[in-house]
């Protein structure tokens, strides 16, 4: 009994000390014990990430797409708006089936329908709601751009979330954002602005060390989608597809269940699609190889040496952005050395090739902005006028570029949009651009089937040494070729478009043909070549009304 008794006021004693303990409670995942903040955050997530993040990106897109008002290449017009407006009203206004132009690309189908069908899916549902003017033509493929590559910036946040942290992320994201070139690029209908936001996408699901949303069906699809739009895509690729391959186990599965299916489906679609509006089967995406590869006739655009991306390309596309990310390829771990192989061999592959353009390499500069924002991640003591140095300087470059530098082309064809809408004589009026072939935009941004004549210049495709296009020839003796070529006053147009450097050797044309300058628009600071400052506008008058200023 006294044992027994003794046991008890040893239990009690040590129940008594155990209540003075901290006891921990188990804490539960069910949402129902989620903090307000942490639930409402939880339903607000778009994209996989915050509401105000998605919505901040989109709306710096937005204001993007209006503060990028410059030309940059024809092709942001020739090869997509173009094309699209020509698929979507070659037939459709007043019965007139050559509303509307599509370079040589086009007739010698080295081009795909794929890309251009986006803008004139667009254009038609305009079109079926009775809203296609002009101005929502020129707009509205834009902001659908713009849309895409906001959803490309918040994808590249949220994989480097994954790989590294939010800090982290954060500072790739400001990389990414205050890129001066992407800034240029992100919001134009160009195909190399498609590639790029398809392979940031496709990185996404690209089964790297630590991304928790690998899916190889996503990434092999999103890449075979980038190469029916544009062949070249699948360069920076090889090396990310070499590796997924040596790495996976399954490398029979892989290929016969995911790549081939995917591929194949991809390229079937691709050629329905340009069956389609070819009207026969064709295989662009070899024509396109073998032109610009295989043949490597695109140096009839011009060639440049073989340093010229290390040289010049790819510093100036990185701007100042080039010290952070040579400083971030030292501090990078090792399973990022595959993204920064894939931007060397990039350069390197372009770098065979005699023509090269900066537009060519803007799919792997998000892979560069992956290691600037480790540069900026490890610094310390200069963090803020860093930060500071970038902002400013990638904006001031951009906001140039971007409201300045290259636009009296656009702003031009406001002119003759005017000239379409606002003249009681639009009936008879007609328009000759003699400038460097494909300068400005066409009909996509003028929506009126004014006669319009620019000089040509298709490459030679028969082998001739001593080719010369029309825009050639013309610029050999531009007075001579305007009396041979109007011998006939019933034939000259009522308005021609030339760049100020132009206006001294065709002076006494102008005058002997009674044309009058009536508009002026500033082009660029830095004139070169056949390229002038500004850009003038020369009306035909009636003799009697002739004033020339």
Known sequence: MKQGGDDGRLFFRGFQGRSHEKVKLRKRKSTLYLSPRKSSERRGDLLGENVYLVSFTIALRICNCFLVQTSFVPDEYWQSLEVAHHMCYSTLVLNITNYGYLTWEWTERLRGYTYPLIFASIYKILHLLGKDSVQRLIWIPRLAQALLSAIADIRLYSLMKQLENQQMARWVFFCQLSSWFTWYCCTRTLTNTMETVLTIIALFYYPLEGSKSMNSVKYSSLVALAFIIRPTAVIPWIPLVFRHFWQERKKLNLILHQFLPIGFVTLTLSLIIDRIFFGQWTLVQYNFLKFNVLQNLGTFYGSHPWHWYFSQGFPAVLGTHLPFFIHGCFLAPKRYRILLVTVLWTLLIYSMLSHKEFRFIYPVLPFC?????????????????????????????????????????????????????????????????????????????????????????????????????????????????????????????????????????????????????????????????????????????????????
């Not at 803020?384 to 001031?396: C, E, H, Q, V, Y």
């Not at 929506?447 to 030679?460: A, G, I, T, V």
């Not at 006053?489 to 308005?495: A, E, M």
């Not at 006494?508 to 600071?525: D, G, K, M, P, Q």
Request: proline residues 6%; aromatic residues 14%; glycine residues 4%.
């Open 369 to 549: 902005m992956v290691f600037c924002g480790y540069s900026l991640n490890h610094l310390k003591t200069w963090k803020k006028p860093a930060l500071s140095f970038l902002f400013l300087s990638n904006m001031l470059l951009a906001l140039y570029t971007g409201l300045v530098h290259q636009r009296g082309t656009l702003d031009v064809m406001t002119h003759i949009q005017e000239l379409c809408y606002n003249n009681r004589n639009k009936s008879s009026a007609s328009v000759f651009i003699m400038m460097p072939c494909h300068s400005t935009p066409y009909y996509s941004h003028v929506h009126y089937p004014l006669p319009m004549r620019f000089l040509q210049c298709p490459p030679d495709l028969t082998g001739k040494s001593q080719y010369l296009d029309e825009a050639d020839i013309f610029y050999l003796n531009p007075l001579n070729w305007l009396y041979k070529e109007f011998h006939n006053d019933s034939t000259l147009p009522t308005h021609l478009i030339i760049f100020s450097i132009l206006e001294e050797e065709i002076s006494a044309f102008l005058i002997a043909s009674n044309y009058e300058r009536t508009a002026v628009f500033f082009h660029t600071h830095l004139p070169e070549g056949r390229t002038g400052s500004h850009i003038y506008v020369y009306e035909r008058k009636l003799k009697g009304t002739l004033n020339r200023r």
